[in-house]
């Protein structure tokens, strides 16, 4: 199955080369290779954590952000602020995320979260993603701002990295004990907080990018230029992090 692959190349994911989930990763590494990327430029960073031990903190790349990668977390379970549109419709619950290495890595990574010196260990790892050329992190490609003690720490890690911007698409704006805390973290300059929003959320709060499903409740507003030009990814194009327009998605 590897073909002209090098198995190391692999490395970086969590499966044995074997059955679907074998040949998923072998394609996805094809074209991770094809993007330019080098060995061990994959998915998992280790980092020497306060007590000793090494862990693994895990960034995912998919087809539709390009080479953005993303710091995942289990769905539902880390989405407070989710409706009754999210539970029917969640991409998260098909296709690859479903892949027992991709909910793998999303139930390390709450792990890690969840550690007293996770602050530290996230520093860490994207001392080393920097250094690999990478300007641009996404959180949560699936999760979301889960509780305020998670949101102080991704703001002591962000703030920490101002050659960094990190974006999100959140729907926990809809708790009002979240809120103030999300409030704090988008006003760091490196940080773009966009308010997901469906028929079920009402409008975002003012002041807020808003990106939403089939329309958005703010203007002005444009769909997703990838549903029009074919083969356009997120770090191609930018809109929803680099401009103050609000975007929606088909669903």
Excluded at 168 to 176: M, V
Excluded at 180 to 198: F, G, K
Aim: aromatic fraction near 12%; charged fraction near 25%.
């Amino acid at each position: 199955m590897l073909g002209n692959l090098s198995s190391d190349f692999l490395t970086g994911y969590d499966t044995d080369i074997t059955g679907s989930t074998g040949r998923y990763i072998y394609m996805h590494a094809l074209w991770y290779e094809g993007k330019g990327m080098r060995k061990g430029e994959s998915m998992r960073i280790p980092v020497r954590a306060r007590g000793g031990e090494t862990v693994l903190v895990r960034f995912g790349f998919t087809r539709q952000n390009g080479m953005i990668p993303s710091f995942s977390l289990p769905r539902v379970r880390t989405c407070p602020g989710m409706t009754a549109w999210c539970a029917r419709y969640c991409y998260a619950k098909q296709g690859n995320h479903i892949l027992p290495v991709v909910r793998k890595a999303r139930e390390e990574n709450l792990k890690l979260t969840l550690r007293d010196d996770f602050s530290e260990i996230m520093v860490a790892a994207l001392e080393k993603v920097k250094e690999k050329g990478y300007k641009i992190i996404r959180l949560h490609e699936e999760g979301d701002f889960y509780s305020a003690s998670y949101i102080l720490k991704c703001f002591s890690v962000v703030e920490r990295f101002p050659e960094i911007l990190f974006y999100a698409y959140t729907r926990s704006w809809r708790l009002p004990e979240l809120l103030p805390y999300l409030e704090r973290l988008r006003e760091l300059p490196n940080v773009v907080l966009i308010a997901s929003t469906d028929e079920h959320t009402g409008p975002p709060p003012e002041g807020w990018k808003e990106a939403g499903i089939n329309f958005c409740y703010r203007k002005p507003n444009i769909l997703c230029p990838s549903y029009k030009v074919d083969g356009l990814t997120c770090d191609k194009c930018g809109i929803c992090f680099k401009t103050k327009l609000n975007v929606y998605f088909l669903a």
